[in-house]
C-alpha cells in the first residue's frame, strides 16, 4: 500500500495549488481518503475529508469554500483543490486513508507568501 503526494508549493496569497494523491494497493471507491496539514510545533489538523462512497466531504471551517476535495477512481488519485489561498495555509499537506484509515502519504510542502 503506498500513497504518494504531490503538487504543492510556493504560491502568492489568492493563488491556488492542486494537489494529487496517487494510491496503490486497494480500490480507491472502497476507502475513505483525506487531507490534513501539519505546521512546526502544532498537531496534523484535518483539512478535508472524503467517504468511501465519494458521496460527502467535510472541510476544516478554515478551508470552506476555498478547498475542494474530490477524486478520480480510474486513475486512484484524490486532489485536494486549494483556491484563494492565505499564509496561513502554508503547512506540510498530507493524504491519508485506507480500510481503516491507517496510512499516510509522505506530505507535501505547500508555502503561501503575503
Known amino acids: 500500500v503506498q500513497l504518494q503526494a504531490s503538487g504543492g508549493g510556493l504560491v502568492q496569497a489568492g493563488g491556488s495549488l492542486r494537489l494529487s494523491c496517487v494510491t496503490s494497493?486497494?480500490?480507491?471507491?472502497?476507502?475513505?481518503m483525506g487531507w490534513y496539514r501539519q505546521v512546526p510545533g502544532k498537531l496534523r489538523e484535518l483539512v478535508a475529508h472524503i467517504t468511501a462512497g465519494g458521496d460527502a466531504s467535510d472541510y476544516a471551517d478554515s478551508v470552506k469554500g476555498r478547498f475542494s476535495i474530490s477524486r478520480d477512481t480510474a486513475k486512484n488519485t484524490v486532489y485536494l483543490q486549494m483556491n484563494n489561498l492565505k499564509p496561513e495555509d502554508t503547512a506540510v499537506y498530507y493524504c491519508?486513508?485506507?480500510?481503516?484509515?491507517?496510512?499516510w502519504g509522505q506530505g507535501t510542502q505547500v508555502t503561501v507568501s503575503s
Open positions: 491519508r486513508g485506507g480500510p481503516s484509515y491507517e496510512h
Open positions: 494497493g486497494y480500490i480507491l471507491g472502497r476507502v475513505s
